[in-house]
């Protein structure tokens, strides 16, 4: 049963920084795309940035500059370092695994506020 666990969400201040990690027990992790995704409450899901299996990098235009997304295929592991962050940027955050209709994790709560 493929697993895809975030962590890494949490309370921070605007300004500040979190780095969210995705560890995914897919076999041949290097050979999928992987992405982040949010949902803020009342809005729809929202792609963040997504990393191809060979490091090209895409990020939502709310997000360039300030968010990082990376990868460890040794680790199977998906990262999105998050700085400068916004009280706009507080949503519940879901590591994606192989596209839309891919895999999905359960998501991580990142609020930003004062």
């Known amino acids: 049963q493929v697993q895809l666990v975030e962590s890494g969400g949490g309370l921070v201040q605007p300004g500040g920084s979190l780095r969210l990690s995705c560890a995914a027990s897919l076999s041949r992790f290097s050979i999928y795309a992987m992405g982040w995704y949010r949902q803020a409450p009342g809005k729809q899901r929202e792609l963040v940035a997504t990393?191809?299996?060979?490091?090209?990098?895409n990020y939502a235009d709310s997000v360039k500059g300030r968010f990082t997304i990376s990868r460890d295929n040794a680790k199977n592991t998906v990262y999105l370092q998050m700085n400068i962050l916004k009280p706009e940027d507080t949503a519940v955050y879901y590591c994606?695994?192989?596209?839309?209709?891919?895999?999905w994790g359960q998501g991580t709560q990142v609020t930003v506020s004062s």
């Open positions: 990393i191809s299996p060979g490091g090209d990098t």
């Open positions: 994606n695994g192989g596209g839309v209709k891919g895999y």
